[in-house]
């Protein structure tokens, strides 16, 4: 497989600049007027430090804009996500876009029956595998989580083995402890080759959620923080607010909210570690009002995970958001209606690091195998859609017009031939027959047709894996419970 052409995003833009800046203003606004709440003594020792208002009797942060700003300074412009085989390597910066999975969904649609069951660490593996075959998808973060099968203090490190054992691609997940961190980290130490080695080039990278909204950080993930900084493995800081339940109703009042949020999490993981490698992972939705469910299927999950891109380019931080979410509970027209729009939108907004873009269905609650190859389809259409219409010289065909004259056909024309395999996208699952090759050839639904390539593609597909040698050693250090990609 080759390297992923890096395109750059930037032509959707949902605010203005004036209001971009009027966002980053009201949030800086409640920084030092509202803060946050912080229920951690060794976390407000290290606002302290900083320079933050600290008030132990409500334990309260407030923050002036000076002290973000200056937390700010220190956040490096540009991250890189390696890919253990060097080919799939991410720059995320300005408004380089990719794209990948996530989740964290307790179910999944089995494969060969159909039928709804708990994820296992064997989904991990096989979704993993997928994503290695599935050239729209850049990078893995576990769709489902084998909390059924796994014990909470080896969860994390246990899926993270599924997982690059079966793609070498980049890899993102979330530590459940401290334990699980080091255990995480220790995993790819061994597979890097030792601790330098992955400094150098971090294969793996973190996602921590340590704002449960509005504005309260949760102790526990702050101590995971803590320990992922001093390895200098990237880490993306996750904010998710529900417009209507855990932050305002409008859009803006969520964006003011999430955006404060972000920064206040932004200044935290600067002041343990300067210069740390960081992403804003702001991931809005909304509240359906009538059941008080989670929604991340309505136009305004796009718009506002845009408007993520926007506000985190101001700051000149990278972004992780998200796409690809649907109220939908199989894969059909809801889905890839909801889907296609979040997708469309992050993309063209220049988003970094989309996640959830492949497989998920009912609010994230599980995913399923075919969706995810349907996904990566519209994941392919939204990079052709970035790529644009290219206007140099040869391209305008001027002179083939020419040669061709009133009347021709260019079917024939060395033009068509050198363009005809990269100017449009050639998708593998869509139908393109007319109805008559379409009724003889019985060609199945498409939900038929993405089950059976994923059928496929797990039989055949081979990822990279790990060297017998290095697995051996990872299991006599660490509790591993799956058999990895090549027994």
């Known amino acids: 497989m080759e390297k992923p052409i890096t395109f750059s995003g930037g032509q959707y833009q949902p605010l203005e600049q004036k209001e971009i800046q009027r966002l980053h203003d009201s949030a800086l606004s409640v920084l030092y007027n509202t803060g946050v709440r912080v229920d951690s003594e060794e976390a407000m020792a290290v606002f302290e430090k900083g320079g933050a208002i600290v008030d132990r009797n409500s334990n309260r942060v407030r923050f002036r804009p000076i002290t973000i700003e200056n937390a700010l300074r220190n956040v ?25 999975t996530g989740g964290a969904a307790p179910d999944v649609d089995d494969l060969d029956t159909e039928e709804e069951r708990p994820a296992t660490l064997k989904d991990v ?16 973060v576990r769709p489902c989580t084998a909390s059924s099968e796994v014990p909470r203090e080896y969860l994390g490190m246990n899926e993270f ?49 340590l704002i449960i909204s509005p504005l309260r950080f949760d102790p526990e993930p702050i101590a995971v923080l803590t320990e992922i900084v001093r390895s200098g493995i990237p880490v993306a800081l996750s904010s998710a607010p529900m417009a209507g339940l855990t932050s305002p109703i409008t859009l803006a009042g969520t964006l003011v909210q999430l955006h404060a949020e972000e920064l206040s999490c932004i200044t935290l993981a600067q002041m343990l570690a300067p210069g740390t490698p960081i992403l804003y992972g702001g991931v809005p939705s909304m509240t359906d009002m009538h059941e008080l469910d989670y929604v991340g299927g309505g136009v305004e999950f796009g718009l506002m995970n845009a408007a993520i891109s926007q506000l985190s380019q101001h700051i000149d931080v990278p972004c992780f958001n998200s796409a690809g979410v649907t109220e939908a509970k199989i894969p059909d027209m809801q889905a890839v209606y909801e889907k296609t729009f979040a997708i469309c939108q992050c993309v063209l907004s220049g988003s970094n690091c989309i996640h959830h873009v492949a497989g998920m269905l009912e609010s994230l609650m599980k995913v399923n195998y075919a969706q995810m190859l349907i996904d990566n389809e519209i994941a392919g259409m ?9 206007l140099d010289e040869d391209r305008l065909a001027t002179d083939t017009i020419d040669a061709v004259g009133p009347g021709g056909s ?21 139908d393109r027959h007319d109805y008559e090759t379409w009724r003889h050839l019985r060609i199945k639904d498409i939900r038929k047709r993405a089950a059976r390539e994923a059928k496929k593609i797990l039989k055949q597909h081979r990822p990279m894996g790990i060297p017998p040698e290095i697995d051996r050693q990872i299991r006599s250090e660490l509790k591993i419970y799956s058999r990895g990609s090549s027994q």
């Not at 540009?78 to 380089?96: A, M």
């Open 76 to 100: 490096p412009q540009g991250v890189t996500l390696f890919s253990r085989d060097g080919l799939h390597d991410l720059r995320l910066e300005k408004t380089n876009v990719y794209l990948g």
């Open 382 to 390: 939204a990079i052709r859609a970035l790529r644009g219409i290219e």
């Open 161 to 209: 083995y599924a997982a690059i054992s079966n793609t070498s691609k980049h890899v993102m997940g979330a530590a459940c402890t401290v334990q699980d961190a080091r255990n995480i980290i220790r995993l790819a130490e061994i597979i890097a080759g030792d601790s330098d080695a992955l400094r150098k080039r971090p294969f793996i990278s973190f996602i921590t959620g």
């Open 125 to 140: 593996a096989d979704f993993a595998r997928l994503v290695d075959a599935l050239e729209n998808l850049h990078f893995y």
């Open 410 to 430: 260019f079917i024939a024309s060395k033009h068509t031939v050198k363009y005809m395999r990269t100017e449009f996208y050639e998708p593998f699952l869509a």
